[in-house]
């Protein structure tokens, strides 16, 4: 389930290189290219979902899988405990929601 023509779709695949944070048979986490903040890193299923558009209830469990996993991958990545220190989890969702590649994508972006 995978598009041929998808950025992170040839990132996953290992045709892109990229720098891992974390794999597993449904997720995909590696380090954005231009980080907005010290520490950016970006989660994504494996599935080719283009956007949140496209979630249905059929995908909680991936979601929920996806979303739990942040806040383990942002303290290993070096975001310090809440409450003094903490993460944005961002997802861009369309045009108007300032989405550039459209494969489903969480932005963890932390640090001082
Ligand atoms: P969005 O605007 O939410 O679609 O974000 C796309 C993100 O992908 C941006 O923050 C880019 O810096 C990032 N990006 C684009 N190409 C790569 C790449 N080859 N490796 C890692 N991150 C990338
Ligand atoms: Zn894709």
Same mark, same amino acid.
């Given at each position: 389930?995978?598009?041929?023509?998808?950025?992170?779709?040839?990132?996953?695949?290992?045709? /892109? #290189? $990229?720098?891992?944070?974390?794999?597993? =048979?449904?997720?995909?986490?590696?380090?954005?290219?231009?980080?907005? +903040? @010290?520490?950016?890193?970006?989660?994504?299923?494996?599935?080719? /979902? #283009? $956007?949140?558009?496209?979630?249905?209830? =059929?995908?909680?469990?991936?979601?929920?899988?996806?979303?739990?996993? +942040? @806040?383990?991958?942002?303290?290993?990545?070096?975001?310090?405990?809440? #409450?003094?220190?903490?993460?944005?989890?961002?997802?861009?969702?369309?045009?108007?929601?300032?989405?550039?590649?459209?494969?489903?994508?969480?932005?963890?972006?932390?640090?001082?």
């Amino acid at each position: 389930m995978q598009d041929p023509n998808c950025l992170f779709c040839k990132i996953i695949a290992g045709k /892109i #290189p $990229s720098k891992k944070v974390y794999e597993d =048979e449904h997720v995909y986490a590696f380090h954005d290219i231009a980080p907005w +903040a @010290p520490i950016h890193f970006l989660m994504v299923p494996k599935l080719h /979902i #283009p $956007s949140m558009a496209q979630i249905t209830p =059929e995908n909680s469990a991936l979601m929920g899988h996806l979303l739990a996993l +942040a @806040p383990k991958l942002a303290l290993e990545q070096g975001c310090r405990p809440y #409450p003094e220190g903490g993460y944005r989890i961002v997802t861009n969702t369309g045009a108007e929601g300032g989405q550039e590649v459209h494969h489903l994508h969480f932005h963890v972006m932390g640090g001082p």
